[in-house]
């Protein structure tokens, strides 16, 4: 729930991206600036969320996390200058839009040992339902009342499901006497016949997790996917409608692609369980590939449509593999901080993102020379993917460097 909310409002900035801009006389570049704002705030305090949920737990975090964006909401719609859009959408609702995913991944992972990256996918899936669901609604809102009253509507929604869902949630399954999922009551792993030890949460610092190579590889994959995936979320809209397409038809291949991610995400962790996170990661990316190129020939809703079924699908999977492989490498010790790191890392390519789309298209009055630059990008994820090395043991996160990690 508060995956759905936190995700699904967050990218229904592209159905609110045209209305503002007729009302205002603001720019795509500077429209689409809020949005880099809001990334890379949102990327700076997913680390400072993180680190809280490791001291303090998920619950207060969450709570105070909840507030902070539904109030921002509320005031995001009485802005009149461009100013106080950058302020109370991009740096406030940014700050609480912290808890989304960090501590809730973080979270989840500390209950499973067994089916995790299932159980990552199903938290992840949250984010396609509220894409699905909040996108058309927002463009239904928006055409029946105004996007002033839809940023109220949906501030209050904010703070009931947010700050409701927040109060039944626990750090980890110890707190109400149970072990994690995949771990029978007399300490053995189920089905592996494994003794494992009591302590829990063991892993690398945040100093031993920076210097290794398999933490920076991951930034690297990370950014790389980020760029296109906040590009395409903020400007798919604005490129369907420039090419003839009808607004509410455009709203639908945002929810679409949002549904779409939700087997994504609980496919792909299926398969990152049997298969591993790396190879898992390289299906994902390599659909990613094809589609940014495949935007350079879609200029009909049918080519479009399969253009989000496919991009909604691989981006949808590759969401529950950061932590999933983070995880995996650094153990569980200091996950929430070091996740917090790689995903404000990525986060940077949400930044660069959606401006540079931007900004070509207000120069070149095009979109197609950004999503070939996106797709290029992408391929160095790629080959960045192909040279990590997982661990060869499940305890390798104790060791450190751990160059050897990645050949």
């Known amino acids: 729930m508060i995956t759905g909310i936190s995700y699904g409002i967050q990218y229904t900035f592209g159905v609110f991206f045209k209305p503002l801009a007729e009302e205002f006389g603001w720019t795509r570049a500077m429209l689409s600036g809020v949005f880099s704002v809001f990334t890379i705030v949102y990327g700076v305090f997913g680390i400072v969320m993180g680190e809280l949920t490791d001291r303090y737990g998920p619950r207060i975090v969450l709570t105070v996390g909840g507030l902070i964006m539904g109030l921002s909401l509320i005031m995001t719609s009485q802005v009149k200058d461009l100013w106080q859009f950058y302020i109370y959408y991009g740096i406030l609702f940014a700050i609480g839009r912290g808890v989304g995913y960090v501590p809730l991944q973080s979270t989840t992972s500390r209950w499973f040992t067994a089916k995790k990256g299932f159980a990552m996918g199903i938290v992840a899936a949250g984010s396609g339902f509220g894409t699905l669901i909040l996108s058309p609604v927002a463009a239904f809102l928006i055409s029946a009342y105004s996007w002033r009253a839809s940023y109220i509507i949906f501030g209050i929604i904010t703070l009931a499901v ?12 110890e707190d109400i006497g149970l072990l994690p999922y995949g771990i029978a009551s007399g300490g053995e792993k189920e089905n592996s016949g494994r003794i494992v030890t009591q302590e829990i949460e063991e892993g690398s610092t945040l100093r031993q997790a920076v210097g290794t190579i398999p933490f920076w590889l991951l930034l690297v994959i990370f950014i790389s996917l980020l760029i296109s995936l906040q590009m395409v979320m903020v400007h798919l809209i604005p490129y369907s409608t420039d090419i003839g397409i009808d607004k509410k038809v455009s709203a639908i291949f945002l929810g679409l692609l949002g549904g779409c991610s939700i087997p994504g995400r609980l496919i792909i962790g299926i398969i990152a369980d049997r298969i591993g996170g790396k190879n898992a990661l390289l299906i994902c990316i ?22 989000t079924a496919i991009f909604g699908f691989s981006y949808g999977g590759y969401v529950p593999l950061i932590p999933f492989l983070t995880e995996k490498f650094f153990g569980l010790r200091s996950l929430g901080v070091i996740l917090g790191i790689i995903v404000f890392a990525a986060t940077t390519g949400g930044v660069i993102g959606p401006v540079l789309a931007g900004y070509i298209y207000d120069v070149s009055g095009s979109y197609r020379p950004a999503f070939i630059g996106g797709g290029v990008i992408i391929i160095i994820g790629f080959l960045a993917t192909l040279l990590m090395k997982m661990p060869a043991k499940k305890d390798d996160y104790r060791m450190t460097p751990v160059l050897s990690n990645c050949r």
């Open 162 to 173: 947010v700050i409701g869902s927040a109060m039944l949630i626990r750090r980890s399954p």
């Open 286 to 307: 390599s659909a990613q590939i094809f589609c940014m190129f495949w935007l350079q020939v879609a200029e009909t809703p049918r080519m479009i449509y399969l253009f």
